[in-house]
């Protein structure tokens, strides 16, 4: 089955910085990459998702890269805010082969004042 | 995503009783998953279900688990004989025609004394 690993599991910042997360993944079969941010106690909020035909996806301050070949896909925060401080998770799903995904275990990031 | 509901948000249970966890998809949204986040880790899909169809228990446990999304209701996660070890949050995510994008619901914590 697939399996997703994430680092650094821990990310400190300041402010205004840029924040790095990678992820990489097992499955060459699958196809959709998203990113969920999620703040303590509350529930995974999908911030940014790539499929496999793309190679790179922004969305404001977000942006998220994936490199097929070498099977791995990352996330990228710039100009951070002390509100984008949440734990992160990448996942890797093969659509119509169940639609299940796999989870990393999570990049605590905190953003500095 | 807001119109993800789950019942109760907390569930208390002694060992050797039975937890029902309910989700409420947005509707439209045929498609549901359950995952399990236990302190501290990632996200671990359990079961994938459609209306009145199991489509993939592989991350279930093999006893005590069951899961259910009758043609009308929420769907139901049942854990029988709760243990210590179940302690965890249960989160529902679904989705719609599209079947990529999941969109969590805020989770059951459920916490066995």
């Known amino acids: 089955g697939e399996n997703v690993e994430q680092h650094p599991s821990t990310l400190s910042v300041q402010e205004g910085d840029s924040a790095v997360i990678k992820c990489t993944y097992s499955d060459s079969a699958s196809n959709y990459f998203p990113w969920y941010k999620q703040e303590l106690g509350k529930r995974p909020q999908l911030i940014i998702d790539?499929?496999?035909?793309?190679g790179e996806k922004k969305d404001q301050r977000i942006a998220v890269t994936l490199n097929k070949t070498a099977k791995h896909f990352s996330l990228h925060i710039t100009e951070t805010q002390p509100e984008d401080s949440a734990v992160y998770f990448c996942?890797?799903?093969?659509?119509?082969?169940?639609?299940?995904?796999?989870f990393g275990t999570g990049t605590q990031l905190k953003v500095e004042l | 995503n807001a119109g993800v509901m789950q019942n109760p948000r907390h569930l208390v249970r002694r060992r050797g009783q039975e937890a029902r966890l309910r989700c409420s998809p947005v509707k439209g949204h045929s498609h549901v998953y359950w995952y399990r986040q236990l302190p501290e880790e990632g996200l671990k899909f359990m079961v994938y279900l459609q209306k009145e169809n199991i489509i993939d228990e592989s991350g279930m446990p093999k006893e005590r688990f069951s899961a259910e999304f009758p043609k009308e209701g929420p769907s139901i996660l049942r854990i029988q004989q709760v243990v210590r070890g179940d302690s965890a949050a249960y989160f529902c995510?679904?989705?719609?025609?599209?079947?990529?994008?999941?969109?969590f619901g805020p989770g059951t914590r459920l916490t066995v004394l």
């Open positions: 996942a890797a799903m093969l659509t119509g082969g169940g639609n299940k995904l796999t």
């Open positions: 790539i499929r496999s035909n793309v």
């Open positions: 995510a679904c989705s719609g025609v599209s079947y990529n994008e999941q969109f």
